[in-house]
C-alpha cells in the first residue's frame, strides 16, 4: 500500500514540476517577444551570422512551422526556427539556445574518438 502512495506521489510532483515549468518558459518567451533587439536582425540573420563568426557555414538555418518548435538537427545540419523566431526581430527571435547543438560539430565533444588538443583548448576557452 504504501509503495503505491509514493509512487502516486512522485508521479504527481513530477506532473506538477513540468506544468510548473512549461508556463515559466512560456511566459517568459511572450514577455521578451515584445522586446526588439538593438541591431534589428531577425532571427535567421542572426542565426547565420553566428554560425558564419564561428566556421559553420555549412549548417543551414531554415523556417519550421509551429510556436517554440527551434532545434537543431545533426543529421540534415539545420538549425530550425519556428516562423516568428525566423523573421522576427525580437530578442526572443535572437536568442542562441539552439546555437550551442551546432558547435558540436565544430568542437565534436560527443565523439567517441580522441579528442585533438586544438579542439581541447576550444572547450577549455569557453569554459
Do not use: C
Not at 506538477?16 to 534589428?40: G, P
Amino acid at each position: 500500500m504504501e509503495y503505491y502512495f509514493i509512487s502516486y506521489s512522485l508521479t504527481i510532483v513530477a506532473f506538477l514540476l513540468t506544468t510548473l515549468a512549461q508556463i515559466f518558459i512560456t511566459t517568459t518567451y511572450k514577455k521578451y517577444s515584445n522586446v526588439k533587439n538593438e541591431r534589428n536582425m531577425s532571427g535567421a540573420e542572426a542565426a547565420r551570422e553566428l554560425l558564419n563568426k564561428n566556421g559553420l557555414g555549412d549548417v543551414k538555418v531554415v523556417e519550421v512551422s509551429g510556436y517554440l518548435t527551434d532545434h537543431y538537427d545533426p543529421v540534415k545540419k539545420e538549425v530550425r526556427l519556428s516562423k516568428n523566431n525566423y523573421s522576427g526581430t525580437s530578442i526572443s527571435s535572437v536568442s542562441a539556445m539552439d546555437f550551442w547543438a551546432t558547435t558540436e560539430h565544430k568542437l565534436n565533444y560527443k565523439s567517441k574518438n580522441h579528442t585533438p588538443e586544438y579542439k581541447k583548448k576550444w572547450i577549455d576557452t569557453a569554459k
